[in-house]
């Protein structure tokens, strides 16, 4: 098999990721990626379980919502996300870039390659606000990088419960939760 992708970009959510390191690289530790934001990007809001994120600006300006805050991340700022912290950012207003470090690693790097991927490619649409669609394709990728995301505000357990549930069916009516086209196992 081919060694994953290190860069993937999705239009759509106006990201691109280029990994520097990843789990596999340092026995499970850290991610380090680079994050370049387009103007209007966005990242849904989400929580890490169990994972610390932290962004340091490298050019640009960049504004992110933390736990109902707004943090604005300029060249040289860093900005620390304990796990189980609500983030994400809507709208850029500019283009951005900025190193983003992840402890521990998990499969971070795979989520990325397989959510970006499906967004790019139009197989999954997940809006700054509303139901993600199609409704059975993203249990499926939830489910399979439970330990790394989730939705905030809703308790964990009963989130992997009905990820579990629909991603039954989604199984059930033909669809996969592997993603090797993305690099992601």
Do not use: C
Request: no cysteine; aromatic share 8%.
């Amino acid at each position: 098999m081919d060694a994953p992708p290190r860069d993937i970009a999705d239009p759509t959510g106006g990201q691109r990721w280029v990994f520097r390191r990843t789990g596999t690289d340092t026995g499970g530790e850290l991610l380090e990626a680079d994050l370049y934001v387009s103007r209007g990007g966005f990242v849904r809001e989400h929580v890490h379980p169990s994972q610390q994120e932290t962004f340091t600006g490298v050019s640009g300006m960049f504004v992110l919502d933390v736990a109902g805050e707004r943090r604005s991340i300029g060249p040289g700022d860093r900005v620390v996300i304990p796990p189980r912290t609500p983030h994400g950012f809507e709208d850029a207003a500019e283009e951005a870039q900025l190193l983003v470090e992840v402890r521990p690693a998990l499969h971070l790097d795979d989520y990325f390659r397989a959510f970006l991927g499906l967004s790019r490619d139009g197989r999954v649409s997940m809006p700054v606000k509303g139901l993600p669609h199609p409704l059975l394709q993203v249990p499926l990728v939830m489910n399979r990088y439970a330990p790394e995301i989730a939705a905030p505000r809703i308790p964990i357990g009963l989130q992997r419960l009905a990820w579990r549930l629909l991603g039954w069916v989604a199984r059930l009516r033909g669809l996969s939760d592997s993603f090797p086209e993305y690099g992601a196992p």
